[in-house]
Nanobody, 128 residues
């Protein structure tokens, strides 16, 4: 059974930056599309970014130009660099892995479906 563990959340002021990390274990990492999701109180979980094994990325419109997703296929890690944070970015952030065989993500992977493993989440709070 695969395991994903997030770290790096915290409380910051608007305009500041945070970097989230996710460590994957007990999975053949290169065969998974990796993603970050977030869920704010009272809202549905939404896709933030996906990244294929070769580095191709897809972002939600709300974070384009501010967030950067990256993965290390040797260390089996996934990162999310978040710059110019806004109060509306406040949410629990989750790392997720979807088995695709070749590690490629599709546009549909930015939706909240088709994922095999989820992390426990890390809280990000942005105050104005």
């Amino acid at each position: 059974q695969g395991q994903l563990v997030e770290s790096g959340g915290g409380s910051v002021q608007a305009g500041e930056s945070l970097r989230l990390s996710c460590a994957a274990s007990r999975v053949t990492y290169g065969r998974y599309c990796m993603a970050w999701f977030r869920q704010a109180p009272g809202k549905e979980r939404e896709g933030v970014a996906t990244i294929s094994v070769g580095g191709s990325t897809n972002y939600a419109d709300s974070v384009k130009g501010r967030f950067t997703v990256s993965r290390d296929n040797v260390k089996n890690t996934l990162d999310l660099q978040m710059n110019n944070l806004k109060p509306e970015d406040t949410a629990m952030y989750y790392c997720a892995a979807a088995f695709t065989g070749d590690g490629n993500c599709f546009t549909g992977h930015l939706s909240n479906s088709g994922y095999d493993y989820w992390g426990q989440g890390t809280q990000v709070t942005v105050s104005s």
